[in-house]
């Protein structure tokens, strides 16, 4: 029989960073991720470093399945600014023609806001193929760092989900217990209240009909083995990891309906504060299971 190797749980939360450096070029890489309803990316590139995204996107969607993450890269360059200068004729031109479109004269910051009118050097960066194989490995370690982050956090997670797991458990046992005692509860109020209306003449088999039939409406047996079997469910993909976010935002829901219809059907308050119990800490399971990926 073929059995799935486990795998942790991941959190989609995490944070990586690196730098390096190329000749007179530093970068630097961040990726950041937060919790999504799926897989979104966004990129921030330099200039020039367009053919950097289409790899960079491939890298990011094969090591994250589910997660809002952002990657910012930066690009420094060592070479120094040979600061600016005039362009003597492009100036002279534009002054003569200020001087015939506005006698009064021309204010000095429209006359250096022309175009062409200061030259700085050009310090664009390349994006060259060694440069190009650099920064792919460069994403490949800050992917794993995020990798490692995200599954260090999920661990944790996967504690706290346990935890809850346990006390939703331990509330439907209660639930159970608590469940089997309302046919007795019911006709006895059943009993109390025909005999508090006047209503003595009825057969023991007609208070026992009556009886039974208000507790197949108060039955809450079939919401408690959804319960628990949603519960082994849970503990099963807890067990196997991976991508499970989506499976257990699924049967938080389902947990939270049968919690539901418990408290509907009660007909006790024990086995009501029990149901709200429960759906309180379904709730918090709830919020925990919204960070796993």
């Known amino acids: ?34 919790n999504s309803k799926g897989f979104d990316l966004r990129l921030r590139l330099p200039f020039g470093f367009e053919a950097f995204d289409g790899p960079a996107r491939a890298m990011v969607a094969g090591a994250v399945k589910r997660g809002a993450v952002n990657l910012s ?3 420094d360059t060592a070479a120094q600014a040979q600061g600016a200068r005039i362009n003597r004729a492009l100036l002279d031109d534009v002054l003569a023609l200020a001087k015939e479109l506005s006698p009064d004269g021309i204010k000095l910051e429209h006359v ?7 030259e700085t050097e ?5 994006l060259t193929p060694e ?9 490949a370690d800050t992917l794993a760092r995020l990798v490692k982050a995200r599954i260090t956090e999920g661990a944790h997670l996967a504690k706290v989900l346990s935890e809850h797991l346990g006390h939703i458990a331990t509330l439907t046992a209660q639930a159970r217990t608590l469940a089997a005692a309302q046919p007795t509860s019911l006709r006895d109020k059943l009993t109390a209240r025909l005999t508090e209306l006047g209503h003595t003449a009825l057969t023991p088999e007609r208070i026992a009909q ?25 503990r099963d993909l807890l067990a196997t990891g991976g991508p499970i976010g989506r499976k257990l935002d699924f049967l938080c829901q389902e947990l939270n309906r049968e919690a ?7 007909e006790s308050l024990a086995l009501t504060n029990v149901g709200v119990d429960l759906k309180v800490v379904i709730e918090q399971f ?8």
Request: aromatic share 4%.
């Open 112 to 118: 250096l806001a022309v175009r062409g009118v200061i």
């Open 122 to 126: 050009d310090t664009t960066t390349e």
């Open 260 to 266: 539901n219809t418990l408290c509907s059907k009660s």
């Open 286 to 293: 709830r919020e925990q299971v919204q960070n796993v990926e």
């Open 131 to 139: 440069l190009h194989k650099l920064l792919e490995q460069a994403l």
């Open 73 to 75: 890269l930066t690009v």
């Open 210 to 234: 009556e009886a039974a039939l208000l507790a197949t409406r108060a039955d809450i047996s079939e919401e408690l083995n959804r319960l628990e079997g949603h519960v082994k469910a849970v």
């Open 1 to 34: 029989m073929f059995m799935s190797t486990p795998q942790p749980v991941t959190s989609m939360t995490g944070y990586a960073q690196s730098e390096g450096q190329h000749d007179a070029l530093s970068w630097r890489l961040e990726l950041k991720s937060v």
